[in-house]
């Protein structure tokens, strides 16, 4: 079975511009999470997505937005790019909601780098 | 607020040495603790997951433990080898629901 795929791998955009990544998780899993990770730090939670609901969102402007699809993909949305916007954008998947937490099995990442 | 702490930031060693990897967290209120590997560039792979009411657990030669009441996790790997260069991250679930807060991580080089 294939993992989580996320696409595209690598992406190059300009201040104040717009921005669509995307995540298919796991066959049979129903969350996505989405992180971002500067250089040099720890992944931040950015959103969970469950049965195409928003579950969770972490501390980050409204700029970003996430959605979940029927199939369970789901898509990150940001708007009006910033430098600071730079970094490795990282999409989880596990089985369910993780209502006492699960393994989540991550992707291998969208490198965004805004000139 | 959960915090999670990772010492050494950074850690070099010879092949074939045991070594220890600290990661610290502020909350005691975890559901579980995962560890992650992840190569340059590239995402996160899983390691280990132990859950709060467990103590360790093991996978060949890595071995987690957890102490939940001091907040304290260790990843044991044995006999080190050059492809276990990387750089590990602890990361922890609090509260329900799949949201982790990871260390910063702690970057290692085995040489030969």
């Known amino acids: 079975d294939a993992g989580v795929t996320q696409s595209p791998t690598h992406l190059i955009k300009t201040r104040g511009q717009h921005v669509t990544l995307r995540c298919s998780p796991i066959?049979?899993?129903?969350?996505v999470s989405w992180y971002q990770q500067v250089l040099g730090q720890g992944p931040q939670f950015i959103f969970q997505y469950y049965e195409k609901e928003e579950r969770g969102r972490g501390n980050f402007p409204d700029r970003f937005s996430a959605r979940q699809f029927p199939n369970y993909s789901s898509e990150l949305n940001v708007n009006a790019l910033l430098l600071g916007d730079s970094a490795l954008y990282l999409c989880?998947?596990?089985?369910?909601?993780?209502?006492?937490?699960?393994?989540?099995?991550f992707g291998p990442g969208t490198r965004l780098l805004v000139l | 607020k959960q915090e999670v702490t990772q010492i050494p930031a950074a850690l070099s060693v010879p092949e074939g040495e045991n070594l220890v990897l600290n990661c610290s967290f502020t909350d005691s209120a975890i559901y579980n603790l995962q560890w992650f590997r992840q190569d340059p560039g590239k995402g996160l792979t899983s390691l280990l997951l132990?859950?709060?009411?467990?103590r360790e657990q093991t996978s060949g030669r890595l071995n987690a433990s957890l102490d939940k009441s001091s907040g304290r996790s260790t990843l044991y790997i044995a006999a080190s080898q050059p492809g276990d260069s990387a750089t590990y991250l602890c990361?922890?679930?609090?509260?329900?629901?799949?949201?982790?807060?990871f260390g910063t991580g702690t970057q290692l080089k085995v040489e030969l």
């Open positions: 989880a998947s596990s089985l369910e909601a993780g209502y006492f937490g699960e393994t989540q099995y």
């Open positions: 066959s049979g899993h129903k969350s």
């Open positions: 132990i859950q709060s009411s467990q």
């Open positions: 990361a922890v679930i609090t509260g329900g629901g799949n949201k982790l807060t």
